[in-house]
């Protein structure tokens, strides 16, 4: 919760004020990561002949289901992210990459590490990342 709270915070800042893109920046990192190839041959390879398992081959029952339905809606899901609200985006915001801390009375201390994915994309992204990562 405090985690959310922070990437919240910090990627609202920068609504109003969006700065202009730059070469070093990632840019839609997220959205090109969750592309229906990527999502689906998820873990990385791990066979010796570089082949990847689908993910689909980790899951059963309602699961695989449910994972399914959510990959056959990004064609759905993705334009309407897309065209959303945009800001500054961590680009690898999921638990091992935060760090939260309490200094009362003022609010928690959020930090984030591994700041190479960062850009410009969709205001939802870094939660999303969070969210899902959390999940798997």
């Given at each position: 919760?405090?985690?959310?709270?922070?990437?919240?915070?910090?990627?609202?800042?920068?609504?109003?004020?969006?700065?202009?893109?730059?070469?070093?920046?990632?840019?839609?990192?997220?959205?090109?990561?969750?592309?229906?190839?990527?999502?689906?041959?998820?873990?990385?390879?791990?066979?010796?002949?570089?082949?990847?398992?689908?993910?689909?081959d980790?899951l059963?029952?309602k699961a695989?289901?449910?994972y399914?339905?959510?990959?056959n809606?990004?064609?759905?899901?993705?334009?309407?992210?897309?065209?959303?609200?945009?800001?500054?985006c961590?680009g690898?915001?999921h638990?091992r990459?935060?760090?939260?801390?309490?200094?009362?009375?003022?609010?928690?201390?959020v930090?984030?590490?591994?700041?190479?994915g960062?850009?410009?994309?969709?205001?939802?992204?870094?939660?999303?990342?969070?969210?899902?990562?959390?999940?798997?």
């Amino acid at each position: 919760m405090q985690a959310a709270h922070g990437i919240g915070r910090f990627g609202g800042t920068f609504i109003t004020d969006l700065p202009e893109e730059s070469e070093w920046m990632g840019h839609d990192v997220v959205l090109k990561r969750w592309g229906v190839d990527e999502i689906r041959h998820f873990p990385k390879p791990s066979k010796l002949d570089g082949t990847e398992p689908l993910l689909l081959d980790y899951l059963s029952g309602k699961a695989a289901n449910d994972y399914q339905k959510l990959v056959n809606g990004l064609d759905r899901l993705r334009p309407a992210v897309a065209d959303g609200t945009r800001t500054i985006c961590h680009g690898d915001f999921h638990p091992r990459n935060v760090f939260v801390g309490s200094t009362p009375p003022s609010e928690p201390d959020v930090v984030a590490i591994d700041w190479s994915g960062v850009g410009l994309g969709p205001l939802e992204t870094d939660i999303g990342t969070m969210v899902g990562s959390s999940l798997t």
